[in-house]
């Protein structure tokens, strides 16, 4: 079973709140990732950090910014929480080999009213 | 990244095998053929993923055509807690991400 964790699991805030979604693995994997996924649609990546002080934007373009200053925290920021940025965040983690599987945690339900 | 191709949506009797398609006619060399799941509001889970050869794990078994332009997961018998979206991804071996497509929702009937 993976060890990765997301906190908090839902979160409604008002428009204009400064959040920062937390992410944590205890398996050592270098590489980890942030998702975005709206109900019944596909998974977007919006960051991806390959170890400690790399952070690089994924697919789809996010107002979120991640820092990765320990391996096993990958936090998620939205400075001004708007409407829009309503949707499920999704954390990953990997340990870089060839077939490089993810491990995903439960998810951040984040609306913003 | 290469792309795949999937059945929008399938369905299955309980304790019946059930077989998944996924069409990926671009494969490279290099790419491998990962399977994941996603059960109603969880994260993403992972099931299976190869290469060339077939392969068998506790969850499932994935097929791989000769030519590699296809292959098939096949959950030997379903349950309903297999009801879930179904995603088949390409991924090359030196790639940094995994590009998840609108995958297949599996619904399974008692």
């Known amino acids: 079973e993976a060890d990765i964790y997301q906190t908090p699991r839902y979160l409604v805030i008002g428009t204009g709140k400064k959040i920062t979604l937390e992410c944590s693995q205890t398996m050592g994997h270098d590489k980890m990732y942030w998702y975005q996924q709206d109900p019944g649609m596909e998974l977007h990546l919006i960051h991806y950090?390959?170890?400690?002080?790399?952070?690089e934007k994924g697919d789809l373009s996010s107002e979120s910014t991640v820092s990765r200053i320990r391996t096993e925290h990958f936090p998620l920021t939205l400075e001004s929480a708007r409407p829009s940025h309503t949707s499920q965040y999704l954390c990953a983690s990997s340990e870089g080999l060839a077939a490089d599987t993810q491990y995903f945690g439960p998810g951040t339900r984040l609306t913003v009213l | 990244d290469a792309k795949t191709t999937q059945p929008n949506s399938m369905e299955s009797n309980e304790e019946e095998p059930v077989h998944l398609p996924c069409n990926h006619s671009t494969i490279s060399g290099t790419d491998y053929i990962h399977w994941y799941r996603q059960l109603p509001s969880q994260g993403p889970e992972y099931v299976i993923h190869g290469l060339t050869s077939n392969v068998n794990n506790r969850m499932a078994s994935l097929a791989i055509a000769e030519d590699r332009k296809s292959s098939t997961l096949i959950l030997h018998r379903a349950t309903l807690r297999d009801a879930a979206v179904y995603y088949c991804i390409l991924r090359d071996v030196g790639g940094n991400k995994l590009v998840f497509g609108a995958g297949t929702i599996l619904r399974v009937k008692s």
């Open positions: 950090s390959y170890g400690v002080n790399s952070t």
